[in-house]
């Protein structure tokens, strides 16, 4: 297979369903999609074994038991699980564009992670948009969301699907091209050769921290923010804690002052 899609969440069944269905309608089909669920109940597991026949690939369901925010232990499960050599990291509540994958695979680089970004809805139009809209791309248009109350923004470019306009706004953006959860992908070896995500981290900046590893190692960051297009499902982070926020600031700061690649506690306890 060309890709692995690894994708976390976390008893959000309805978000994940529309999630599951963006994967459903790609272009590019030779792909495994990889849950990582930090521990979801019974419902969940349901909903993926539902989805079972839509793919080539048999979805790959990485589960662990419920112990609080442990989102970088589950993602590390999941790359280990993933049976591609190159990884696309995204959640379970962004809708991916219908040329999400593919343009993924285009501007894959080996030495290179992609940073892509993601449009974000209000939780009125998250919950209005329908599979059907999924379907027909309805709500990766811009007239279409404006006809649903979507305030106007220089934002709504972004849903612009011209690959000159995309080529163009990724070389101009100031948004720093970093590791982000929600739309990054790289190769496998990059991140064994880390020890992937940071145990010692929980909800705040843990991906960046990530991909600030791999930039010490070599790996540069690519901007995809126009190019790879996927919907933000608003949604409550009832897990934020600003005393963890605060925690994980300090991990960032030392690591990037001391060039630091390898963590102790990731992938392999060292």
């Known amino acids: 297979m060309k890709l692995s899609v690894i994708v976390s969440t976390y008893n959000s069944e309805e ?48 589960w662990q038991e419920d112990n609080g925010f ?9 790359i280990l699980e ?44 998250s919950k209005e948009i329908t599979f059907e809209n999924i379907k027909q791309q309805d709500c990766f248009s811009m007239f279409w969301l404006l006809q649903k109350g979507m305030s106007f923004s220089f934002k709504l470019s972004k849903l612009v699907q011209h690959s000159f306009f995309a080529q163009f706004m990724n070389g101009i953006t100031p948004t720093k091209k970093t590791f982000n959860g929600h739309n990054t992908s790289c ?38 923010r126009y190019a790879a297009i996927c919907l933000h499902l608003e949604h409550s982070r009832a897990y934020f804690s600003e005393a963890e926020r605060k925690k994980n600031t300090a991990i960032r700061d030392y690591n990037k002052k001391h060039k630091v690649i390898r963590i102790a506690n990731g992938i392999e306890k060292l």
């Open 82 to 125: 993933a049976h591609s050599e190159y990884l696309l990291f995204t959640d379970g509540d962004c809708i991916p564009r219908t040329d999400f994958v593919a343009q993924h695979l285009k501007y894959k680089k080996k030495g290179h992670f992609l940073s892509g970004g993601y449009f974000k809805l209000p939780l009125s139009i």
């Open 187 to 224: 190769f496998k070896k990059d991140l064994l050769a880390v020890n992937g995500f940071n145990e010692a981290m929980k909800y705040g900046g843990l991906d960046r921290e990530l991909g600030e590893r791999l930039n010490h190692y070599g790996i540069v960051a690519k901007q995809i």
């Open 15 to 62: 978000w994940l369903a529309k999630v599951l269905e963006g994967y459903c309608n790609q272009s590019e089909s030779d792909f495994e999609l990889v849950i990582a669920d930090d521990g979801s109940s019974a419902q969940t597991q349901a909903l993926v074994n539902s989805y079972a026949s839509q793919f080539r690939h048999p979805i790959v369901h990485v």
């Open 70 to 78: 442990q989102k970088c232990k589950i993602l590390n499960k999941a």
